[in-house]
């Protein structure tokens, strides 16, 4: 039974740092292409970051460069680390094994409860 835990976000004035995390279960996430989602009220749940089985990484074009998707195989964790942070980043954010190929990404349920991130001006 695959389970993913989100955690690490918070409140944070524009310009900060967050890195959340992704506790995996279930599955060995070196092992599969996984992602990091969000959604922020009144809008549709997007990719904003993926990380292949392979290693590759792909971003948001509205990420690219201030945020860093990575895996620890030996805590079986994805994280992601997020600089300069922008208001219009505020959302809940979501782990998620990725089924496809690069550019070309869907999720896999389950979902996890995700984490909260506010970024005020």
């Known amino acids: 039974q695959v389970q993913l835990v989100e955690s690490g976000g918070g409140s944070v004035q524009a310009g900060g740092s967050l890195r959340l995390s992704c506790a995996a279960s279930?599955?060995?996430?070196?092992?599969?292409?996984m992602g990091w989602y969000r959604q922020a009220p009144g809008r549709q749940r997007g990719l904003v970051a993926a990380?292949?089985?392979?290693?590759?990484?792909t971003y948001l074009a509205s990420v690219k460069g201030r945020f860093t998707i990575s895996r620890n195989n030996a805590e079986n964790t994805l994280y992601l680390r997020m600089n300069s942070l922008k208001p219009e980043d505020t959302a809940v954010y979501y782990c998620?094994?990725?089924?496809?190929?690069?550019?070309?990404?869907?999720?896999?349920?389950?979902w996890g409860q995700g984490t909260q991130v506010t970024v005020s001006t």
């Open positions: 998620a094994r990725l089924v496809g190929y690069t550019g070309n990404y869907s999720p896999l349920p389950p």
């Open positions: 990380i292949s089985g392979a290693g590759t990484t």
């Open positions: 279930g599955l060995i996430i070196g092992d599969n292409a």
